[in-house]
């Protein structure tokens, strides 16, 4: 250092880098809280929920620390972890709850959904990878419920919820 100005200007430098990562933690702790106990934003990146969802939708979904689990129901849309590859995540239909009996289709025979875990389908069947292919989702993989479709906007129609 070749003056105490440099030594002054340094100092102020590393005085607002420190405020700035203040700033960054504390807005990170307020998005984690608010998308894990408030609402979450999701947009869909597949087609195998049309023709109620586009791929390219941005959504709202209740989070799992709001969510009750033992209060889903069938015909409710979720989005959970894909049991296949864990990083990625499916939105899907629940068609059936634990002890419901699933009826098969040209894949085999009927199943029984287990306990603790949800028999969850596309509503594109064609397209869609679900329950017909890996089996039951358990509970734990379910990553929230959508709520309704905020993007884009009809603005000639409400806001399209997809819960009752």
Same mark, same amino acid.
């Given at each position: ?53 586009? %791929? ?18 069938? =015909? ?23 002890? %419901?009996?699933?009826?098969? %289709? ?15 389908? =596309? ?11 890996? =089996? ?7 990553? =929230? ?8 906007? %009809? ?10």
């Amino acid at each position: 250092f070749t003056s105490l100005r440099e030594i002054f200007t340094l100092m102020d430098n590393v005085r607002k880098f420190v405020r700035l990562g203040k700033r960054l933690v504390l807005a990170g702790c307020v998005y984690k809280t608010f998308t894990q106990h408030c609402y979450d934003f999701w947009i869909i990146n597949e087609n195998s929920m049309e023709p109620t969802l586009y %791929d390219g939708q941005l959504v709202v979904s209740c989070p799992p620390g709001r969510l009750d689990l033992e209060q889903l129901k069938r =015909g409710d849309v979720v989005l959970a972890k894909n049991p296949t590859c864990p990083r990625e995540y499916v939105c899907k239909r629940i068609v059936g709850l634990q002890g %419901d009996r699933v009826p098969g %289709d040209y894949r085999g025979p009927e199943m029984f959904v287990p306990a603790g875990q949800v028999w969850l389908e =596309g509503d594109n069947r064609a397209v869609s990878r679900d329950s017909n292919t890996y =089996g039951a989702v358990p509970l734990g993989l379910i990553q =929230g419920k959508l709520i309704c479709v905020v993007w884009p906007m %009809d603005l000639n129609q409400k806001l399209h919820c997809l819960h009752q």
